[in-house]
Every structure is written in C-alpha cells, then in structure tokens.
C-alpha cells in the first residue's frame, strides 16, 4: 500500500515546506494553524467548498508524494475543481467526485473484502486527518473505521436499498394481486349465464397466470437477493471482528501508555459511541488518537487501509499534560522507525507541545485569513 508524503503547501503567497518524519508547526490563536490544516484536504479534494474559513490567496498547491509518483495538487479557493499532475500529466477532477475517487483507490492500492466493488477512499484518507472539528462525528469515524477495516460499506448501503426498493415492488404486486383477485372472481359472477363464458373464463384465467407469474418472479428475486445481502453481510461482520480484534489489542496497548484513569474496555464501537464507563474529555481524546495511531502500527497497516500519514490539528493539546504529550511523542517517533508512519505533522499552540523534528513557526501570519 503505498504512503502519502506532504512535500509543500502554497496558499497564495505563504509557503510550507514538511519533511519526511515530525513536523510541528507552532503558532498561537489566530495564526492560520486550522486554514493549513484545511488547505491540505481542501487541495486533497476531501471538501467541497471553504466552511468557515476565508484564504486571502486565489491559488493553494500542494505539492506530495503518493508512493513513487511525486503529484502536484492545484486548486482555486472558490472552486469545486482541483488539478492533479503526475508525472507532467495533468488531469481535472471535482472534488469529492467518483472520478477522484478512483484515482485515489488506484493510487493508494486500498484493498477491501470484496475487490470488485468500488469503495469509499476518501473516508479513508480522512480518518487519519484528526481535529476537534473532523473528529466531531463519532458516527462518521465509526464508519471510515469500517472503510479502513476494509469492509465495502458502499456495496452494503447499495444492495440494501435495492432490497428496500424491491421490497416495495413486492408490496405493490402483492395489492395489485389482491386486486386482480377480487376483479376476476367479480367478473366470473359477472359472465356464468353468458353463452360463451367459458371463452371469457379461460380469457381471464390466462390473464390472471400472466400476472401471478410477474409476481412470483419479483417475490422469488426479493427472497433471494435478501437471502444472500444476509449472507454477505454475515461474511463482512466475520472479516471485520477478525481485524477489530486485533485492532483493539493495539488500542488497549497504546493506552494504557497513557496512564489513564479510564481503562479501555476492548470495545471500539463503544468507543465511538461514547458507552462504556464515563470518560473525561482529555480521556476521550486520548483514546481516540490511540486507535488512529494503532491503526498505523506497522503490522495492523500492512493489512489495514492506510495512507502511511497522520495529520493532527491541535487534538492532543487540550488533552496533554507533559507526560502525556511525552508518551505521544514517543509513540509517534515508534511508528516512525517501525515503518508504519512515514509523516506525522502536528499543529500545537506552543512550544510546550514541541518535540523533535522539522518546526514550522507562524508567527503573526495573519495574513492567511481573515474575519468572516
């Protein structure tokens, strides 16, 4: 699976240069931590349009490598539409788009239970951008999770409502049925002292089987279709509680580093669903940054869906005391000589939060955004 490595970011006039390993780039309130932050997934593609936020710049350029290919992405601030070069050769994508999607899938080499079945990359790639605001939907974490597991949540969701649709189908046919029923039985009543009834009877009875026979195939397609969304929803639930196992025997390790009051139970859906024992907000936080790292680790990613980055908008910082932060640093730099990070870059409020590695500072560039 191939990793992705931020290069430089340009927003109009400001560059960013990343190196490969730690970056930390400092600036207090005000400074345009989140706008980076932003400006990376706004060039990825992961977002339509600017939520929030406003860039003083016509231009943002993100310059990466994905596996071999050094890729640059070029996109408007006010545009749906991005520009991804590889290797000289330019293409348009919008953003968000099945088009991009399918690059990234390429790209990345994401591979899922069922291959054929095209999935979600972008939940992917965003679960490892962590941030107060991305993080915010347990309920959408649960499911990049699932996407990361390698689970086709997509071919799921869409044979699901199709079975919803022949449902109704079914239901429709079903009154209709009753209909003809009643009409027929009517009509029979109707036409028994005719001279040529039995002409119309026999009318009537093939009408009725042409009917019954449209019917029965809807009824006997519905049946079978839900028999085997059953069966492959089953499958998917074992291939995924395999992985979750593993997963939660990583989360459980790296946590408990943290020495935390709250033991994690083993229970990731619970996790992200908030059940379990009563957790502090620094708690929660830490165990959320725990699975994401867990999910880094190199044994977990070489069979896990992984871009091989973790991008951190100031998430640890109102959780980290200095041991904590200590314990993170360590953990993060692991991931790094283990193979299964190849870049983390953290965005702190100050040089409390910084460690070694490459340290962008912001200083007063408040020129990156202004007042909404």
């Known amino acids: 699976m191939n990793k992705l490595v931020l290069e430089r970011l340009q927003i109009g006039g400001d560059f960013f240069e990343f190196k490969l390993g730690v970056n930390y780039v400092v600036g ?9 932050f932003q ?3 706004f060039a990825l593609g992961l977002i339509k349009k600017w939520e929030g936020i406003f860039i003083v710049g016509s231009r943002i350029e993100l310059i990466a490598h994905l596996g071999q290919d050094r890729v640059v992405f070029t996109r ?3 545009s749906s539409k991005l520009m991804v070069c590889v290797g000289g050769v330019e293409k348009e994508y919008d953003a968000l788009s099945d088009a991009l999607n399918v690059f990234y899938l390429d790209a990345f080499g994401f ?3 069922y291959p054929d079945c095209r999935e979600s990359a972008f939940e992917v790639i965003d679960f490892f951008f962590v941030s107060d605001d991305v993080s915010s939907s347990k309920q959408k974490q649960w499911s990049a999770l699932r996407s990361v597991l390698g689970v086709n949540l997509l071919f799921l969701n869409s044979l699901a409502s199709d079975i919803k649709e022949l449902e109704r189908e079914v239901l429709k046919d ?5 209909l003809i029923l009643e009409f027929s039985q009517g009509l029979i009543s109707s036409v028994a002292e005719l ?3 039995d002409e119309v009877l026999l009318k009537v009875s093939k009408a009725q089987s042409i009917f019954f026979e449209r019917f029965a195939q809807h009824e006997s397609l519905y049946l079978g279709v839900q028999e085997k969304y059953k069966r492959l929803v089953v499958e998917s639930n074992r291939y995924q509680d395999e992985r979750l196992s593993e997963l939660s025997a990583e989360v459980s ?7 935390m009051n709250t033991v994690f139970s083993g229970d990731i859906q619970n996790l992200l669903a908030n059940k379990g024992s009563p957790r502090s907000f620094g708690e929660d936080v830490l165990l959320r940054f725990s699975l994401v790292l867990a999910v880094s680790f190199k044994e977990l990613s070489s069979r896990l869906n992984s871009i091989g980055m973790l991008v951190n908008d100031c998430f640890l910082s109102r959780a980290s005391t200095n041991r904590t932060k200590k314990v993170a640093d360590i953990l993060v730099n692991s991931q790094m000589n283990d193979g299964g990070l190849g870049q983390y870059i953290e965005f702190v409020r100050s040089d409390q939060f910084v460690g070694e590695g490459n340290i962008i500072r912001l200083g007063d560039r408040l020129r990156l955004h202004g007042v909404l």
Do not use: C
């Open 111 to 113: 591979e899922f239970l």
């Open 76 to 78: 408007s601030e006010f």
């Open 195 to 197: 001279r040529n009834a």
């Open 174 to 178: 079903s009154m209709q049925k009753d």
């Open 253 to 259: 390790r790296v946590s408990s580093l943290f020495d």
């Open 28 to 36: 207090g309130y005000g400074s345009g931590k989140t706008t980076i």
């Open 39 to 41: 400006s990376i997934r």
